[in-house]
Antibody, heavy 122, light 108 residues
Framework: EVQLLESGGGLVQPGGSLRLSCAAS????????VTWVRQAPGKGLEWVSN????????HYADSVKGRFTISRDNSMNTLYLQMNSLRAEDTAVYYC???????????????WGQGTLVTVSP | EIVLTQSPGTLSLSPGERATLSCRAS???????LAWHQQKPGQAPRLLIYGASNRATGIPDRFSGSGSGTDFTLTISRLEPEDFGVYYCQQYASFPLTFGGGTKVEIK
């Protein structure tokens, strides 16, 4: 059974830092592109960041570029999101998600974790 | 950036009725790399449709997707009680990945 389990969320002050983790199981993690998507309270979905299978290609939304860093440890089957210089507008549930991946294509998100809540407030 | 606009914002329907949801892109989505996700309150989203018209594993055949280029449609042929929730389209043709604002399907 595919599982993505996020952790590391919580309350942090503006300007602070937090590191999210996502533990993957039930599939060969190193074969898949993975991504972070967030959802502010009562709002829609917003893509945050993406990393390829080996971890040497990353992409970021403009809203987090320069502040957030995505990384992965394939030996530990874990995805990370280091979040620095946090702002109130970063408050959201952060979902770890797997992307449908083949040799030649990066497909849609095909499996979502349950999410972890990050609250940025004084 | 490809902006996705979903309509209507809310759809009020009864079980058994047909639901038609629209997703319009600001520019052509190459290779029809357009997906639909369903989200119920308090839950993570779930992939329904990818490649504009391909049902994901385990998705009932009352869900169907169509369209190409800039105009896409999700159709639920006969609404079941468990189908009520919010539906998002997503393009994965180019970065940044983008989502539509969602269509809420509610019980009339």
């Amino acid at each position: 059974e595919v599982q993505l389990l996020e952790s590391g969320g919580g309350l942090v002050q503006p300007g602070g830092s937090l590191r999210l983790s996502c533990a993957a199981s039930g599939f060969t993690f190193s074969n898949y592109v993975v991504t972070w998507v967030r959802q502010a309270p009562g709002k829609g979905l917003e893509w945050v960041s993406n990393i390829n299978q080996s971890g040497d290609r990353t992409h970021y939304a403009d809203s987090v570029k320069g502040r957030f860093t995505i990384s992965r440890d394939n030996s530990m089957n874990t995805l990370y999101l280091q979040m620095n210089s946090l702002r109130a507008e970063d408050t959201a549930v952060y979902y770890c998600a797997r992307r449908q991946t083949t040799v030649n294509t990066w497909g849609p998100v095909d499996f979502w974790g349950q999410g972890t809540l990050v609250t940025v407030s004084p | 950036e490809i902006v996705l606009t979903q309509s209507p914002g809310t759809l009020s329907l009864s079980p058994g009725e047909r639901a038609t949801l629209s997703c319009r892109a600001s520019q052509s989505v190459s290779s029809n790399y357009l997906a639909w996700h369903q989200q119920k309150p308090g839950q993570a989203p779930r992939l329904l449709i990818y490649g504009a018209s391909n049902r994901a594993t385990g998705i009932p055949d009352r869900f169907s997707g169509s369209g190409s280029g800039t105009d896409f449609t999700l159709t639920i042929s006969r609404l079941e009680p468990e189908d009520f929730g919010v539906y998002y389209c997503q393009q994965y043709a180019s970065f940044p990945l983008t989502f539509g604002g969602g269509t809420k399907v509610e019980i009339k």
